[in-house]
């Protein structure tokens, strides 16, 4: 029997962040860099080898890769599903889920105003 190829989430197939390790400079493929004059979508990896960082100078050996940021973590085919809360990211996942306590614990707290 042969093994299924395993499948990538969209945030690992997405164009991964990378973070300067001396200055904390991120570079976004999606935007590119307009002082390098690098446009906006190319890779890390393509980047010229001449390229340094627009912050501090370094090389693009001192990048350290830190993931796709802005892309859903789920699989294509449930995007659809869950009510649309498979579409955020991360972040607004985390925003719903702790906003959502808060306000569950805010409403209870006011329940002690009812004497």
Partial sequence: MTERPQEKTLAELAPANHECRLCGY??????????GNVPPGTPFSELPSAWKCPVCGA????????????????????????????NLTPNQKNLLIFGGLALGFLFFLSLYGLN
Avoid: C, H, R
């Fill in 59 to 86: 090389k693009t050996n001192q990048f350290v890769s830190i993931g796709a940021t802005n892309a859903p973590s789920g699989f294509q085919e449930n995007l659809n599903y869950g009510l649309g809360v498979n």
């Fill in 26 to 35: 991120v570079y976004e493929p999606e935007k590119g860099d307009s002082k």
